[in-house]
């Protein structure tokens, strides 16, 4: 059910790629809330009592004041704008933001998402569909390095909502790449390593150790983040 205390941040959360991106702008704004942590590698994302939070079944959710924002970006978009901080409010500042942010919506997280699904948990090797995914990932990250090669923040002189969304699914970047990990992108790598070490990042990646949350990934995993394919021999990818 959606909460009834509206005094409070309510935050609908698993130590995934994209609630971690909000995480991080929680922890930027210094906002205080209540985490409602979602077992999505047990089905939780699927109780009937999450989806009247979000008809989607997905994380990251936010409840503001009887607001309910879901999609990780929208909410970066809704928190940012709200209090008037990591995202300019008009002008060219605002245009590369929203820009570089969009790239990471539309390229960067669903490639990495399927470039992880193919790579681990498909059910038969596709080699096809590897190379696809992948080639797409390093392409994307690719245009990121350039950027960062002419300016130390996405949207240029400013740290913003972009490079936390960025964050949150390069900082697992070596899931997809190896042992390399981001070492081909030196000006992503930089950046994400000084993101890291930013008192937000830092608690934000210790909430998933204050919570007992499912990690294997067994067939109650499979079943619970991509139900729709049972039958089909299909795995998926946590979001």
Same mark, same amino acid.
């Given at each position: 059910?959606?909460? =009834?205390?509206?005094?409070?941040?309510?935050?609908?959360?698993?130590?995934?790629?994209?609630?971690?991106?909000v995480? *991080?702008?929680?922890?930027?704004?210094?906002?205080?809330? =209540?985490?409602?942590?979602?077992?999505?590698?047990?089905?939780?994302?699927?109780?009937?009592?999450?989806?009247?939070?979000?008809?989607?079944?997905?994380?990251?959710? *936010?409840?503001?004041?009887?607001?309910? %924002?879901?999609?990780?970006?929208?909410?970066?978009?809704?928190?940012?704008?709200?209090?008037?901080r990591?995202?300019p409010?008009?002008?060219?500042?605002?245009a590369? $933001?929203? &820009?570089?942010l969009?790239?990471?919506?539309? #390229?960067? =997280?669903?490639? &990495?998402?399927?470039?992880?699904?193919?790579?681990h948990?498909?059910?038969?090797?596709?080699?096809?569909?590897?190379?696809r995914?992948?080639?797409? %990932?390093?392409?994307?990250?690719?245009v990121?390095?350039?950027?960062?090669?002419?300016?130390p923040? *996405?949207?240029g002189?400013?740290y913003?909502?972009?490079?936390?969304?960025?964050?949150?699914?390069?900082?697992?970047? #070596?899931?997809?790449?190896?042992?390399?990990?981001? =070492?081909?992108?030196?000006?992503?790598?930089?950046?994400?390593?000084?993101?890291?070490?930013?008192?937000?990042?830092?608690?934000?990646a210790?909430?998933?150790? $204050? *919570?007992?949350?499912?990690?294997?990934?067994d067939?109650?995993?499979?079943?619970?983040?991509?139900?729709?394919?049972?039958?089909? #021999?299909?795995?998926?990818t946590?979001?």
């Amino acid at each position: 059910m959606i909460p =009834s205390n509206n005094d409070t941040l309510h935050f609908y959360f698993h130590p995934s790629p994209n609630p971690m991106k909000v995480a *991080l702008l929680l922890g930027e704004l210094d906002l205080p809330f =209540s985490l409602h942590p979602v077992d999505i590698f047990k089905g939780a994302q699927h109780d009937p009592a999450f989806l009247a939070v979000n008809p989607n079944g997905k994380v990251p959710v *936010l409840v503001d004041d009887g607001v309910t %924002v879901f999609d990780s970006h929208a909410i970066l978009l809704y928190l940012a704008d709200k209090h008037g901080r990591f995202l300019p409010a008009n002008g060219p500042g605002r245009a590369a $933001t929203l &820009s570089w942010l969009e790239l990471v919506a539309t #390229g960067l =997280s669903p490639f &990495s998402g399927q470039a992880v699904h193919f790579l681990h948990y498909a059910p038969e090797a596709i080699a096809y569909a590897k190379n696809r995914y992948l080639k797409e %990932v390093e392409r994307h990250y690719r245009v990121l390095d350039a950027r960062l090669a002419k300016a130390p923040f *996405l949207a240029g002189a400013e740290y913003g909502i972009a490079d936390m969304a960025l964050w949150g699914w390069a900082r697992g970047a #070596g899931y997809i790449f190896g042992d390399a990990g981001l =070492s081909a992108y030196p000006n992503v790598q930089k950046l994400v390593a000084s993101i890291s070490r930013r008192p937000a990042a830092e608690k934000a990646a210790k909430l998933a150790d $204050t *919570l007992a949350l499912k990690t294997a990934v067994d067939d109650e995993t499979l079943r619970a983040l991509f139900p729709q394919n049972q039958g089909a #021999g299909a795995a998926a990818t946590p979001r």
